[in-house]
Nanobody
Framework: QVQLVESGGGLVQAGGSLRLSCVVS????????MGWYRQAPGKQRELVAT???????NYADSVKGRFTISRDNAKNTVYLQMNSLKPEDTLIYIC??????????????WGQGTQVTVSS
């Protein structure tokens, strides 16, 4: 079974930086698109950034220019570098990956989420 484990969340002052990591493990043939989403308790999940296996990226307007998504295919890991953090970035951040566990079979898998808190 495929698992996504996130790390790097925590408390930071406004204007500071954090780097989130998400390691994918389990039965992996290949990893296609990976991404980060965020969610307030009881509210709708929203896209933060995605990155394809070829390195193409997509960002929400609210984080463009401040956040950078990247991946290390050899380590099955996706990162989210968050700079110039704002109090409104205080949300639960969730890792996502579309994974091929065998040729022709794709699984959409989510991590457990990690809390990011930005103080003013």
């Amino acid at each position: 079974q495929v698992q996504l484990v996130e790390s790097g969340g925590g408390l930071v002052q406004a204007g500071g930086s954090l780097r989130l990591s998400c390691v994918v493990s389990g039965n992996i043939f290949s990893i296609k698109t990976m991404g980060w989403y965020r969610q307030a308790p009881g509210k709708q999940r929203e896209l933060v950034a995605t990155i394809t296996s070829g390195g193409n990226t997509n960002y929400a307007d609210s984080v463009k220019g401040r956040f950078t998504i990247s991946r290390d295919n050899a380590k099955n890991t996706v990162y989210l570098q968050m700079n110039s953090l704002k109090p409104e970035d205080t949300l639960i951040y969730i890792c996502n990956a579309r994974i091929r566990t065998m040729p022709g079979y794709e699984s959409n898998t989510w991590g457990q989420g990690t809390q990011v808190t930005v103080s003013s």
